[in-house]
């Protein structure tokens, strides 16, 4: 069965950094894009970041330049660095795959069960 696993989450001062992961496992044929997304409290899950598997990558209008979406192919995991932290940075972070299991049906769309950052002094 297919899942995504995230970590590096937790609690952090503004302007510090953070690395999270998320990696796919459980018969898995092919894996092609692989994005982050977060949820602040009260609001909409917000896209951050997608990378493609031919590493082509895309961000969205307020992160580019702080945070830097990555992935390795051979450990189907992809990674989101993030720095320069600010509170509003605060959310639950999302990895969100493209993935075609094992045994056909398509390409489906994956989430993890999402990863806490809280960014506060």
């Known amino acids: 069965q297919v899942q995504l696993v995230e970590s590096g989450g937790g609690l952090v001062q503004p302007g510090g950094s953070l690395r999270l992961s998320c990696a796919a496992s459980?018969?898995?044929?092919?894996?092609?894009?692989m994005g982050w997304y977060r949820q602040a409290p009260g609001e909409q899950r917000e896209w951050i970041a997608r990378v493609r598997s031919g590493g082509i990558t895309e961000y969205g209008n307020s992160e580019k330049g702080r945070f830097t979406i990555s992935r390795d192919n051979a450990k189907n995991t992809v990674y989101l660095q993030m720095n320069s932290l600010k509170p509003e940075d605060t959310a639950v972070y999302y990895c969100?795959?493209?993935?075609?299991?094992?045994?056909?049906?398509?390409?489906?769309?994956?989430w993890g069960q999402g990863t806490q950052v809280t960014v506060s002094s």
């Open positions: 969100n795959a493209g993935i075609v299991p094992i045994g056909g049906g398509g390409l489906g769309d994956y």
């Open positions: 459980g018969g898995i044929f092919m894996i092609s894009t």
